[in-house]
């Protein structure tokens, strides 16, 4: 999910989200899932978390990318 603090990241994430999703469409991709929400109480993870693949360059990441772009608001 993407967690905002405030109304102005509330607005920007959601404006970020139906930009990319226009772009995403056209690309013949489908919906956006990731949900916007007021971010809860933050707690940080153990220091053997941070920085994973800064730690690990071999270290498995499941992401990968559409190769779609849009332009940032604002």
């Given at each position: 999910?993407?967690?905002?603090?405030?109304?102005?990241?509330q607005?920007a994430a959601?404006?970020s989200?139906d930009d990319?999703?226009?772009?995403l469409s056209?690309?013949?991709y489908g919906?956006?899932?990731t949900?916007?929400?007021?971010a809860?109480?933050?707690?940080?993870?153990?220091?053997?978390h941070?920085q994973?693949?800064?730690k690990?360059p071999?270290?498995y990441?499941?992401?990968?990318?559409?190769?779609?772009?849009?332009?940032l608001?604002?």
């Amino acid at each position: 999910g993407i967690y905002t603090y405030g109304d102005a990241q509330q607005q920007a994430a959601e404006a970020s989200r139906d930009d990319y999703r226009k772009a995403l469409s056209a690309a013949g991709y489908g919906d956006i899932g990731t949900e916007i929400l007021p971010a809860p109480e933050f707690y940080y993870a153990e220091d053997y978390h941070q920085q994973y693949l800064a730690k690990n360059p071999s270290g498995y990441c499941g992401h990968g990318g559409t190769g779609v772009r849009c332009a940032l608001p604002g």
